[in-house]
């Protein structure tokens, strides 16, 4: 393929010293690092992928790095998104992880989006970069990115992460597929757990965050077989890598013969936070954290049901909850389980997984049964701060 970027006039004598190892690689040489100078990328995402993948894409002499991230590093976030320190806990990503882009390397212009990406702000943000790189970890943001990126005709890294699995292409409409023809649908809400309830090994960040750069180098100069049309597939534990090829959908309704996505749309209401029949279940029947704690002050005959994973339970529990996974509820076989005289009381890590179940639950008869909104992270951030969040 053809280099995305034309290259910079020149090189100082410090840049040529400093990346002496790439200008010594002829594929690479004088032009390609002339190339990498030249060239805007925005890393949507500051956390796991986005942690190696700013730190690398400095690291090569990328001129422009573009950082969009609204969240504060938590102690939660440090076991894997290594351009933090102990000492930004509490402060805003973007800010963080520029200072470190600065610190590896001061040639480096980082441009900070402290801000929430959105359907108003996308298409202006990813106008000034010629090549996106997401890390983000939600399928909502994930379809909006790709939108955005083939709606403005701009190529990107993607990648995905769970558990000890990762995943990796590059999406570039004009050349290849976009993320539409490889998943046209999002998973039914609540099928997919995020990394948040799933977990996800550290350094699986390390290697697809690196995997992703490797690919942003490749396309932003023009040299090797990016991943456009192949879908790289990578399992930590079998420490196996394989690749699938992924073909462009003539009837994609977005880079399709016939598109009939021409603009961006609401992707909250595309991936759905929560199913529809969750949401109806929630309706009235949602109570907090506070008033959970008070129906066990007063010692109302209630059964509490924790529906997280058992090593979600190990970290923090609520006193008195009994854990049954939700994919109990969904097999049928944790309805047994559940005392009929006694009002059942649900709830799981923020309220997503628990809406679900109480939806199964309404579904059998339970009309009483409520579930707790905010979840543990409610109940630790008003009740009980005593104990970790994850």
Known sequence: MPPLVEPADELTVDEVRRYSRHLIIPDVGMEGQKRLKNAKVLCVGAGGLGSPALMYLAA?????????????????????????????????????????????????????????????????????????????????????????????????????????????SVFWAEHGPCYRCLYPEPPPPGMVPSCAEGGVLGVLCASIGSIQVNEAIKVLTGIGEPLVGRLMIYDALEMKYRDVKVRKDPECPLCGKNPTITELIDYEAFCGAISVEAQEAASGATITAQELKEMQDRGDDIFLVDVREPNEYEIVSIPGATLIPKGEFLRGTALERLPQDKKIVLHCKSGGRSAEVLAVLKDAGFSDAVHVGGGVLSWVKTVDPSQPTY
């Open 60 to 168: 090569a002499g990328v001129g422009t790095l573009g950082v969009i991230d609204f969240d504060v590093v938590d102690e939660s976030n440090l076991q894997r998104q290594i351009i933090h320190g102990q000492s930004d806990v509490g402060r805003l990503k973007a800010e963080s992880a520029a200072a470190s882009v600065r610190e590896i390397n001061p040639n480096v212009d980082v441009v900070i989006h402290n801000v929430a990406l959105t359907t108003d702000n996308v298409l202006d943000i990813f106008a000034g970069y010629d090549l996106i790189v997401d890390g983000t970890d939600n399928f909502a943001t994930r379809y909006m990115v790709n939108d955005a990126a083939v709606l403005l005709g701009k190529p990107y890294v993607w990648g995905s992460i769970y558990r000890f699995d990762g995943q990796a």
